[in-house]
């Protein structure tokens, strides 16, 4: 889908959009000497590192009869090299294919052979999943911890690889600086530049075709929202997968091209090993998804200030002030103690932790987005936010919602601008779905007040109808459940016309306080009343089950709830 010109001039969009890979170009040259990247209690790369390990893939692209234009997948867990592999393919004009690592080998196989790759990276964990003969189309395959040729299928790859050292010498006899530094420029914005397969919570993965546009709109976006409070030679931490598009946008490329210092976890984030990096680290901004940061705020914030004499000192004016201030000063010393804020996004906060942090006042977010835009939709400073709100239309996009009454009755989500997609690779009637009439249909439900601020309700898949045909979402109630005593993660579903609660308890605290599981079903008893008592008629939960085992999710971690209805 392309941009009209009317389109690009109500939303600020430049009638000549800059090169995004002028940007990255500029940032190496900029920040020649600074630290880049560093797997977390490992080696750092340098900016001029970067630039040198970029210019021995662009030898081994070339001397591999790899085209600009030609796909390029990556898949592996977040590392420096990935993020080399990433902009190497990038600045070279080909198209680069992110896969999430997550993916089972089969899907892995499927999206490569879907996307027409014809170089595969692959971290060490994909590598030793991986069949390389269910991808036959691929003339090799190159393992991510130092680059070496784990398959090769034509002579051309073998001895680039095996003679890079010295091709590398022969082009650049002296010496290798900033000057020489030059990377290709897409010829229209319009061109595609990535293509991104969705995990998403419905089994059925899209590869989402992102236009140079959509990356430099984001961008833009990062540098208006940003660029006062992150600086070269900040430091930043990444934790969410480099293949989804939210990580990828905000944890990598708006930093890397804002001249800062990535840490790279390059293990399972943990919420034990996030809150260790946050204290080393110390990051200027946190990405995270809700769940991240729920774990830290319920285990170590919430039990100190949930008694009722503190309770009763926060209602008091001058004392709750004081005593307000003390507590947003230890939660902010939790994160590291120098982030100017914490946006999350990829699922709704729980409301009493959002409401916990609003009260005192700690620099948290929520933004809105969608691979498909590449993908911001909707943001706001923390300081403008309202609560429950997930922001205004983002720098260069537009929203409305698909309503009678916008400000009172759900509708959905739609948006059209800068960052949205061309399409779905190889797939046009659901790219027509979705793209309608210039808008991008984004299948959520919501409601916007007068100042334009957007307040989610949940997805129109996952909207259930009640028994005498009331609207009901499920994230609404999850939200209030999940606040509930020892309810770890939850999901409603509707069985016949009941609705019924799956619960994973706090296991890990049971075992602490060797609560019975015939214990916990009473306490689950009592949160089903506790619930049911907020709730209208027709959301009232007929009962609340046991799960085992954590719920399944997406890399992003959303529940999948296709598997659970």
């Known amino acids: 889908m392309k941009l009209d010109k009317t389109t690009m001039e109500r939303l600020g969009i430049p009638a000549e959009i800059p090169s995004f890979n002028a940007s990255i170009e500029k940032s190496i040259i900029d920040h020649w000497d600074l630290n880049a990247l560093t797997d977390y209690q490992g080696a750092t790369l340098q900016y001029k590192d970067v630039a040198r390990k970029i210019e021995k893939m662009h030898i081994l692209f070339e001397n591999s009869d790899v085209k600009p234009g030609d796909k390029v997948a990556i898949c592996g867990r977040n590392m420096s090299h990935w993020a080399v592999a990433f902009l190497a393919t990038m600045t070279y004009g080909a198209v680069i294919v992110p896969i999430l690592h997550e993916f089972t080998p089969e899907q892995i196989h499927n999206i490569v052979n879907h996307s027409d790759a014809k170089l595969l990276f692959v971290g060490d964990v994909v590598a030793n999943q991986i069949t390389p003969s269910e991808m036959p189309a691929l003339q090799g395959i190159i393992n991510l911890m130092d680059f070496s040729v784990m398959e090769s299928r034509t002579e051309k790859l073998t001895y680039a690889r095996e003679h890079l050292n010295e091709l590398f010498g022969r082009k650049f006899p002296k010496y290798f600086r900033k000057e020489h530094v030059s990377y290709f420029r897409e010829a229209d914005s319009e061109d595609l530049a990535m293509i991104n397969y969705t995990s998403g919570t419905t089994g059925f993965s899209k ?26 030679g900040y430091k930043t931490i990444s934790i969410l997968p480099m293949a989804h598009m939210y990580g990828m946008a905000f944890e ?87 982030l100017y804020e914490i946006i999350v996004g990829g699922a709704a906060l729980n409301q009493e932790v959002e409401q916990f942090l609003s009260d005192i006042g700690f620099p948290i977010t929520v933004g809105y987005g969608a691979t498909e835009c590449a993908p911001i939709i909707s943001y706001d400073d923390w300081q403008n936010r309202a609560v429950g709100s997930c922001g205004r239309a983002a720098c260069h996009m537009e929203v409305k ?10 509708g959905e989500i739609l948006t059209r601008g800068c960052n949205t997609m061309l399409g779905y690779y190889k ?30 309700k949940g997805r129109s898949k996952n909207m259930l109808l009640g028994a005498n045909g009331q609207n009901i979402y499920p994230e609404e109630i999850e939200d209030a459940l999940s606040s509930l005593n020892m309810v770890s993660e939850c999901l409603v579903v509707q069985r016949g016309e009941k609705l019924v609660g799956l619960v994973y308890p706090d296991y890990e605290e049971a075992k602490k306080n060797n609560i019975s599981n015939e214990t916990l079903k009473e306490i689950m008893e009592q949160n089903r009343n506790e619930l049911n008592s907020i709730q209208p008629a027709y959301q009232k939960l007929a009962a609340i089950e046991l799960m085992e085992t954590e719920f399944q999710k997406t890399p992003k971690k959303s529940i999948k709830r296709y598997l659970y209805n």
Request: glycine share 8%.
């Open 252 to 338: 990598f490329i708006y930093e890397f091209v804002a001249g800062c210092h990535i840490h790279y976890l390059t293990r399972v984030p943990s919420p034990a090993i996030v809150a260790k990096a946050f204290a080393d680290i110390r990051p200027c901004i946190i990405i995270a998804v809700p769940l991240i940061i729920e774990k830290i705020i319920k285990k170590k914030v919430l039990p100190k200030v949930s008694s009722a004499p503190v309770k009763a000192l926060l209602k008091t004016p001058v004392v709750g002030t004081k005593l307000k201030a003390r507590i947003r000063e230890q939660v902010y010393q939790a994160f590291g103690g120098r």
């Open 401 to 410: 919602i698909d309503s009678p009454d916008p400000q009172k009755i759900p």
């Open 427 to 456: 797939n046009e009637e659901a790219t027509k779905d979705v793209l309608v009439d210039g808008w991008y249909c984004t299948g959520d439900l919501g409601v916007m007040n007068a100042e334009g601020q957007i307040f989610i």
């Open 207 to 232: 590869g989402v075709m992102i236009p140079y546009r959509a990356l430099w709109g984001n961008l833009d976006f990062a540098h208006n929202a940003l660029g006062g409070f992150v600086k070269p």
